[in-house]
């Protein structure tokens, strides 16, 4: 499995000063020489973190593989079509929430979703849809001509007893296999930890993981370059928890 590194917590902390540090660019840098095989930042209706002009800097800046996470909306589709990134997440946003509460409803959306997905692909962009592991979204994602989906792992990363967790874990493992027999490319992502991720090799098809509030919380203690390298030796089945900072 390949990791994807989310940044937008390093814009968060620039926002809270409107500074100019610390520079997401930077810190794509920093993350891609510590191993991240793609770069993930989402650009919200209300900015809070990710700015335009961070966008179009890590679209040239990035060398490995820029993945914008992105509403339904019609300002940031035009603006997403404007920037043409290799890889974009539809994912739903509501301006009160914290962070993404859950998946994409693909099937009440499903009109809409296909014309995204088809405008985007048209400009030379890989979509994938933000899904929970739902077997009636993975079907609705299939027929909206989606490349990837990227499973909600949020529910399997809040549970707090081992049956809730396993639940969970089996909930995402027949996702990704249905998913598979769809045609579907699976990514997965959402609240994974050091203490969690190294559980995601029994879903099988997942091709990459995108983790960000791990990685930058960790990165505040301990630096970028080594929250990094430690996530991805944990994906590579090389620890089974964390190292201690």
């Not at 973190?49 to 035009?78: C, F, Y």
């Not at 077997?135 to 994602?141: E, G, M, P, Q, Y």
């Not at 969690?196 to 990165?219: D, K, S, T, W, Y």
Request: glycine residues 6%; aromatic residues 2%; proline residues 4%.
């Amino acid at each position: 499995m390949k990791l994807g590194v989310n940044i937008d917590h390093i814009a968060t902390l620039r926002q809270v000063r409107h500074a100019a540090l610390p520079d997401p660019v930077v810190a794509a840098a920093l993350a891609e020489m510590a191993g991240a095989d793609g770069i993930t930042v989402h650009l919200r209706e209300d900015r809070r973190h990710i700015q335009d002009a961070d966008v179009a800097r890590l679209r040239q800046a990035v060398r490995t593989k820029l993945n914008l996470e992105m509403s339904l909306a019609p300002a940031i589709v035009e603006r997403a079509l404007e920037f043409t990134p290799p890889c974009a997440c539809l994912v739903p946003e509501r301006r009160q929430e914290l962070t993404t509460e859950g998946g994409l409803d693909v099937c009440a959306a499903f009109d809409e979703v296909k014309r995204v997905t088809g405008l985007l692909q048209a400009n030379g962009t890989l979509v994938s849809l933000f899904i929970d592991p739902d077997l009636a979204h993975v079907d609705a994602a299939a027929n909206a001509k989606a490349t990837f989906i990227e499973l909600h792992t949020g529910a399997f990363a809040e549970a707090r007893s081992e049956e809730r967790q396993r639940r969970e874990l089996d909930k995402l493992i027949r996702a990704a296999q249905h998913a598979h027999a769809r045609g579907l490319r699976v990514n997965a992502g959402h609240g994974l930890d050091y203490h969690n991720v190294h559980l995601m090799h029994q879903v099988p098809h997942v091709e990459e993981l995108n983790i960000g509030h791990a990685i930058v919380a960790r990165a505040v203690l301990v630096g970028l370059d080594r929250a990094v390298r430690d996530m991805v030796a944990l994906i590579a089945n090389r620890w089974q928890s964390t190292p201690n900072p």
